[in-house]
């Protein structure tokens, strides 16, 4: 079977097999994590609805299936005998079976789409009310797709990590994540994973420190994970910033623990920056708009604890990061700024005497006169 490497040795086989025969996979990364391991039905249900199916039932609709795009599944049912070299006869056999029965590891917006396409009822189930009709010569290429075969899911991990991770077709920052800590979990190292996937940058490892953050804030204070799943990549880039690492209590990244990255003694830290970047609920929004403000604005403000403070109170960015520098000079900018303005008003006003104007003047005189009388106290 395997090789000394993934792909060392013969192609695998690549069969030609029912659709009624392929199903999608309960354990696909992109899938919330809610969905994971729940009936097709969901899955599919799941896929129609947030996977964009219809930009691909266009193209089968109107060209069949191309076998240049074969899937890549694995068997169901198959013993730990027939994994042996002594029995790759019988393994062929059992796969090349007309009831052996397969789960698709690579391709599954494909089958679904493909699945749908051939089946009204399934269809009617999803309310879907415009679909592309398929004639009798698309119906009858597509009932049967092109599959390459692994015996295990273990052995196509590589070739996964490859494509979606570090390749052209690549997931999601969160999807990423998830995929890498199931690599772990299969046994290898992330060392490994890294020197697999031709991971030289170490975004692999970011990804499963970020992953773990997550969880740890969900296992200490009860984190809604789903508030982060979107904008994963903030998370990602943060830890990248030095002060940020900093203010987590976090040391380089070669040195964090993938099991518990964040110190007790700086889990209220995690909360803040969860909160910053992801927001809490619909009152209490994320702080970051762009994720160029996490470098712009963030990592400065994270340094300044009087910063921090001011940015819990008021969810406003920019004016935490003004008081990086402290609270006095932030007023001396705030004061500058007014009277340059206050300034460019007055070589434009002769020509806006309106009482909407006059009313905002006598608001900038009142002001100014509750300044010099308290400045002067």
Not at 161 to 188: C, F, N, P, Q
Not at 221 to 229: E, G, H, N, R
Not at 324 to 339: I, N, R, Y
Not at 343 to 370: D, P, S
């Amino acid at each position: 079977m395997p090789g000394k490497i993934p792909g060392y040795g013969g192609k695998r086989p690549q069969l030609k097999i029912e659709v009624d025969r392929l199903h999608l996979d309960a354990e696909n990364p992109r899938l919330p994590e809610s969905i994971q391991g729940q009936k097709e039905a969901t899955i599919l249900q799941e896929l129609f609805e947030e996977f964009n199916l219809e930009e691909i039932s266009d193209s089968i609709s109107q060209n069949g299936y191309f076998d240049e795009e074969p899937l890549v599944a694995i068997p169901l049912g198959l013993t730990a005998k027939l994994l042996r070299k002594s029995e790759s006869e019988n393994y062929d056999a059992f796969i090349h079976k007309k009831t052996t029965q397969f789960t698709v590891v690579e391709g599954n917006r494909r089958l679904a789409t493909i699945k749908i396409l051939l089946d009204k009822g399934t269809q009617n189930s999803l309310g879907i009310r415009s679909w592309p009709e398929i004639s009798k010569e698309v119906r009858e290429d597509i009932s049967k797709l092109p599959v390459i075969v692994y015996p295990e899911r273990k052995e196509v991990i590589p070739y996964l990590g490859v494509r979606h991770i570090t390749g052209i077709k690549k997931w999601d920052a969160y999807a990423k994540a998830r995929y890498i800590i199931h690599m772990i979990e299969s046994g290898l190292s992330i060392e490994n994973i890294e020197l697999r996937i031709g991971d030289k940058q170490g975004s692999g490892r970011k990804n499963v420190i970020c992953y773990k953050m997550i969880k740890q804030a969900h296992e200490e204070f009860d984190y809604d994970v789903s508030l982060a799943t979107q904008y994963f990549s903030y998370l990602m880039l943060s830890i990248g910033q030095l002060p940020i690492r900093n203010y987590l209590g976090m040391g380089k990244l070669k040195e964090i623990s993938l099991d518990e990255p964040i110190p007790n003694t700086k889990i209220e830290e995690l909360k803040n920056l969860l909160s910053w970047l992801f927001g809490e609920d619909k009152n209490r929004k994320p702080v970051i708009d762009d994720s160029r403000e996490i470098t712009q604005y963030l990592t400065h403000v994270v340094k300044s604890p009087e910063a921090v403070e001011y940015l819990n109170k008021t969810r406003r960015l920019q004016d935490a990061y003004e008081l990086t520098d402290g609270e006095e000079t932030m007023l001396k900018k705030t004061l500058s700024s007014a009277g340059f303005k206050l300034e460019k008003a007055l070589g434009i006003i002769h020509r806006h005497k309106t009482l909407e104007i006059k009313a905002e003047v006598e608001k900038c005189f009142e002001t100014a006169n509750r300044l010099r009388k308290t400045i002067n106290e």
